[in-house]
């Protein structure tokens, strides 16, 4: 585990909570991006669990997307379409649990999507479980094959923790990203079956004292001569909001920055879920050239041309050290993950 970083000064304090009021600016701003396309009806319950999420063609991933995070217990979608082109909003404005919001705004210029989040989040989640995550993020946690969100979140409640890390695991598959016969989604999906264990490293970084964690297979394979430009990895998707909550960086940090100690990375004995990262699917080598040419996601995107162009040599990314994905006790066993002494639900006459 991390060392805890150093009571902050009152000139950190005050710095932090200059900056939290800062971001909560932007996302209110940031609401004249955003138009309503269309609410569900009826009234949520007051324990419901909410999921936010900013998306941009990602048509081949939403129908699993839905049903997973719909399995395990999520009871909102609030989700921002990105000028979408490829029937994603079309697809998400039909869901009868999914509230959206279009925007053509610049995805860099509000910050990856995090002001368009945070202003959500602040309007919508206040007093709620919420969840945030990428469309090519799926959330599991110990025990959810039998357990739900709501059993994690009474767990966390019963703790008095308000917010769960994550390490965001890698999948990809064995053989090229793209294999010389196409798939269809399902079977693309099921290729995503290998992950990197034992290779990640924890910083803490100043000011925020928020984690930093690398590793995993991009860091192997495509950042081994530049270790320090490799992707970071910890999140904290999983948070009861309070209005004047704000994400910094991603779910990568939040403020106030006591949020940020909730999750040490792998190795952290604390309750903990894991982020199945499906972006190695076949797709990544086209939308690798087009995001390249798009420049939206890096803040130096010239920095990554390296990176787009390894991707679009279509590589095999597995060896022979690869764990294979089988069910969340293959992430616990791995230490990437923890059940922190949590049994699961204990249901009546099990």
């Not at 009234?43 to 049903?67: G, K, Q, S, T, Y």
Request: proline share 6%.
């Amino acid at each position: 585990m991390a060392e805890a970083p150093p009571d902050p000064t009152i000139r950190q304090r005050l710095a932090r909570d200059w900056k939290r009021r800062r971001l909560l600016w932007r996302a209110f701003r940031s609401r004249h991006d955003l138009a309503a396309v269309g609410r569900p009806g009826g009234r949520l319950a007051r324990d419901a669990i909410l999921a936010f999420a900013v998306v941009r063609n990602e048509m081949e991933r939403l129908p699993h997307w839905l049903d997973h995070h719909r399995r395990v217990g999520v009871d909102r979608f609030l989700i921002v379409d990105n000028g979408s082109d490829d029937g994603s909003a079309e697809l998400l404005a039909a869901q009868p649990d999914v509230a959206l919001w279009t925007t053509q705004a610049s995805y860099r210029g509000a910050r990856f999507g995090r002001d368009w989040t945070n202003w959500l989040l602040n309007r919508h989640g206040a007093g709620r479980w919420c969840l945030t995550l990428d469309a090519d993020e799926l959330f599991v946690f110990p025990y959810y094959d039998r357990a739900t969100l709501h059993d994690l979140v009474a767990e966390l409640d019963r703790r008095r923790v308000t917010a769960l890390g994550a390490l965001m695991v890698e999948l990809y598959p064995k053989g090229p990203l793209q294999p010389a016969q196409p798939l269809d989604d399902a079977a693309a999906l099921a290729r995503m079956a290998w992950f990197d264990a034992g290779n990640y490293r924890t910083a803490i970084q100043a000011p925020l004292g928020n984690r930093w964690v690398q590793g995993g297979v991009r860091d192997r394979v495509f950042f081994k001569a530049r270790p320090q430009r490799a992707p970071t990895l910890n999140k904290l998707p999983l948070i009861r909001w309070r209005r004047g909550f704000a994400y910094v960086n991603s779910t990568h940090s939040a403020l106030p920055a006591r949020l940020n100690g909730a999750w040490d990375g792998p190795g952290d004995p604390r309750l903990s879920g894991a982020l199945l990262h499906t972006k190695f699917l076949p797709s990544i080598v086209e939308k690798s050239r087009s995001e390249r040419a798009r420049g939206q996601h890096f803040n130096e995107p010239a920095a990554f041309d390296d990176y787009y162009a390894a991707i679009i040599r279509n590589p095999d990314l597995w060896l022979s050290a690869s764990r294979r994905l089988a069910g969340w006790e293959s992430l616990v066993r791995a230490r990437v993950m923890s059940a922190g002494g949590w049994q699961g639900p204990q249901r009546d006459g099990s």
